[in-house]
């Protein structure tokens, strides 16, 4: 049946390439437009503006904790929307916040068990400094994160960072913390 299949592309293919003579010399003629849609009077349809899809998990929470050059706990009691999350290998972009603004996102590729930051595995978070928000972003393996369950329907785990600078370089901290999230 395969063969079969084959012998029809091929034969279809060559018709195509064919011109009206049947020669390959003559002149090319390609086949008629096809024929314009009368209105039947029914309006067409609309496109509406959508935003990303939300992914499969829909509560959870997070926790950070900071020593160094600043120090702090942060409850990150929300799993903000949308979400992206396949167990892996799958695409991946969670968030966790409060309603103060400080947040813990994990984004890249989905994995399971223990690994460093990498360009595709990113850690970030942002905590309230003495001045102001501070941002935090590990993609050159400062942190190692580990995913314990990585199902469809329920993810969670750890991470530690060594010597973690902000965004500016001019903090550096130890940063711990846990994040879980569930249908």
Known sequence: ???????????????????????????????PA??????????SPTA???????????????????????????ALPTLAEPDVWSSPPGPMALTWDEPGGQSLTLSGASFTSRA????????SF????PEGPVGFSS????????ITPALPDNMGGVFTCASLTDT?????????GNFAATV
């Open 116 to 123: 460093s930051t990498s360009g595709d595995r990113v850690l």
């Open 34 to 43: 096809p024929a314009t849609p009368t209105s039947t009077g029914s309006p």
């Open 1 to 31: 049946m395969r063969g079969t299949v084959a012998v029809g592309a091929v034969l279809a293919a060559l018709a195509v390439g064919c011109t009206t003579t049947g020669t390959g010399h003559g002149e090319s003629v390609s086949p």
């Open 168 to 176: 500016t370089g001019t903090v550096t901290v130890e940063a711990r």
């Open 126 to 129: 942002v905590v309230d400094g």
């Open 139 to 146: 993609s050159g393996g400062e942190c190692v994160i580990t």
């Open 48 to 74: 509406t503006p959508s935003s990303a899809p939300d992914g499969p998990l829909e509560t959870g929470g997070a926790a950070v904790t900071l020593s160094g050059d600043l120090t702090a706990q942060v």
